[in-house]
């Protein structure tokens, strides 16, 4: 079953910076999108980044002009630069990736969750 592998969480102090990785076990084909989603104790799952096929991006309003997410379909991997982190930012990340199958439609690939935690 393909895996999707996270890196780079950690404790940093308020202001610093942290590079998210995320790489598939296997290639993934016919990807669609690929995210970032984070999740705080007792608050819902967010979405944090996307960006598609097409190279459309967005983010949460939150981390806009901090965050960078990127990409790579063929390697099918997905990265997140987070810079000026903030406490607020402390949260349990998760990548996604969602492709289609012609066999079962769409399907969406998770990570296990890379602890990011943003304090003194």
């Known amino acids: 079953q393909v895996q999707l592998v996270e890196s780079g969480g950690g404790l940093v102090p308020p202001g610093g910076s942290l590079n998210l990785s995320c790489v598939a076990s296997e290639s993934i084909p016919s990807i669609l999108s690929m995210g970032w989603f984070r999740q705080a104790p007792g608050n819902e799952r967010e979405l944090v980044a996307f960006i598609t096929t097409t190279n459309v991006i967005n983010y949460l309003d939150s981390v806009r002009g901090r965050f960078t997410i990127s990409r790579d379909n063929d390697k099918s991997t997905v990265s997140l630069q987070m810079t000026s982190l903030k406490p607020e930012d402390t949260a349990v990340y998760y990548c996604?990736?969602?492709?289609?199958?012609?066999?079962?439609?769409?399907?969406?690939?998770w990570g296990q969750g890379t602890q990011v935690t943003v304090s003194s």
């Open positions: 996604n990736i969602n492709n289609f199958n012609s066999s079962i439609g769409r399907h969406s690939y």
